[in-house]
């Protein structure tokens, strides 16, 4: 054992001893490799910073369509939905007329103009502009006419708290309505969702003018407020009033039975659509209310207090004027199916090898957070034609009897992947999207030309062509692609999406091919998205 | 390759090339003669020792002083030959597995011990590089390397067992082949 172990060591002395210089090109092929790791690096930073800068972008370009569309498109996001910021009107419209207690109509009517335009957070404003700026209990009819009149787009758009407040003749408002446009404006879009299901229907425009037959939703809700006003407690006008009542219909029976008993608003869960929010909210805002019954706002400065945070509040409260309110974002989730075509420039700049046009198809899944982000994850086939070049034929040699050759030539045509895109997806508005996400691939299987043939002298003999499937050595198995790309919707279901991925790693192996050109898997792919 | 100073390694994460230029030719004796041990051409030993040298250089920032230089780049370049290994594995080696006990000592052990210590080092190499790949391989992790058994073992995917039978079959088999060199040996030695 002992001279075993001898033996042993005199070897390893023996070849650790022996010593090497570097050949004339030893550096140079060192400095090259080194060179195309900080080339893979810096690519690598560079993608990096594209994705980042897309992300960004992405992000500055929601933002900005928010802000672009005024408050509207933020009291949707809010509420989750179109339908709810019309629900939430019905709401507003509800607390002014609480606010009315004075008897003041046309403030009611008022209310129901800012309120058609979807924006709680209007109603709020107009309540506060309502309060500070006329403390008499009367109405102006003609204040409320042309507010009535407005079309709802108009205030939605354009009117602010202020110019409400000037618009509407506001001393009927009272020092209530703050208190009730804010409890109001806080609870709407929350409450409203599940309950208002007519509200996306209401035509903005129509509810301006609080007609009957202009829309369920907010024609009903203006009336709401009149009714309560002239349920309440102080009087207005009865024939108004029993009109109002008439229009605002069944849903409008317990505010009324409310108004009268307690002269404050608290509604019931048996009200319909914006009743029943407003009945949450104006439990929250009852004192605020109560205290400022009397009809002077002046006298309560918590209900000024009120007014002015309300009037802050509906600054930033939106209106919703965008398409996208008028399209129901899609539901939570969904199952869709998608197909298309990719297409490969080739793997390198310098040949054509893996140049070609490539089908895509699969389907996947996609999940909605927020309003406008989604998560998108498929399933989907792909595959690179064309990728035969002269590094990847494999030749197998056979001689016999000296004077034969057997060749066996195979060359790659087309690599099969199966890939599993997870994206990002952004919605900038109702048509437009970005993506952006990750692609891994995983090679299924390589489909390959095998050529066999007997050499004789210069005679070529049994030349046999087929195609082959599996000869896959020196491909790698896994491969991952970054993506971003633009999705266009064509209609309720179909969206166009171009899709720009780059892979990144080699497709093939640089030691098996004795190259060492980076090749990537990168495409543009064009795909029909379907959703179920 | 011991003296390698901190100012160099600094100079090397830094991107320096003419201080990466030094660090290579420092470490290219010490990395050549592990990477030639375990390929049959000076090229493909080349190739092998550039990457690991570009390892090397990429994780220069992880390198801690308590750990000797050499040991690490040790470390990095054999990793760097299993791995490639690892790549290559599908080329199968045939090989005949016999059935072998200790190979009897037909041979002098002393004499044959006294005959390596005086034989050319480029002949033993070559003696070492006609054995089969795997069994090379292990011989190399196991004598020269220091690696264990079960540490070959999981590094090449084979059993302990495997790995053992590889190291006796080596070991036999250059003690067969340096006994047939041992007559010209002795004469040299006497």
Redesign the interface.
Known sequence: MKEQEQFDELIRSKLESRRFTPGENSWEDAQRLIDAQQGRRSRRRLLFAAALALLITGSAAVWLASGKNGPGETAQQHSGAGQNANAGAGNENASPGDANVSGNENNSANENANASSGNESAAGKTGAGSANANPNAGGDVKTAGVNGSNKAGTNAGTNNAGSNAQQNDPGAAAGKQPGNNRSTSGKNTQANAAQNKNAGTAPRGSNGKNKQSSSGTSGTAGQRGNDWATGGSSGGDPKRAEDRAGIAAGTHDVWEENAGASGTMKNTPNDKGAGSSGASSDSVSQPVAAAAASGDPSQDPKAALAATSDSTSASTAPLSTTPSAQNPLPSKGYWFARGGVAYMPGFTSDNGSGRSLNPVIGGGYSYGFGSRCRVEASLQYTSIGNASDSSRIYTAYTYSFGSDLARTEIGLKRLHYVALPLHFRVSVNAKNAFLAGITPHYLVSTESKERTYTQRGTTILDDKTKTVFGYAQGIRSFDALLSAGYARSLGERWDLVLLFNYGLGDVKFDDRFALLKKERHKNLQLQLHYSF | MNEIEDSLLGRCRE?D?KA??EL??LC??FM??IC??YVRNREDA??L???A??KV??RLGKYRREVPFPLWVRRITINTVID?YR??K?EKEHMDYVDFTESPDEYN??S??TC??K?D?ER??AL?EKLPATSRRVFNLY??DGYAHKEIADMLGMSEGTSKWHLNFA?NK??EWIAIDLPALKHVAS
Do not use: G
Request: charged share 20%.
């Open positions: 991107n090339r990466q230029y290579y030719r290219y004796s050549m003669s030639i041990r080349e190739a020792l550039n990457q040298f570009l250089l990429t490639e790549r290559n599908k052990a002393v044959l011990n390596v210590a034989m080092v033993l190499h070492i004598i020269v070991r250059l003690k």
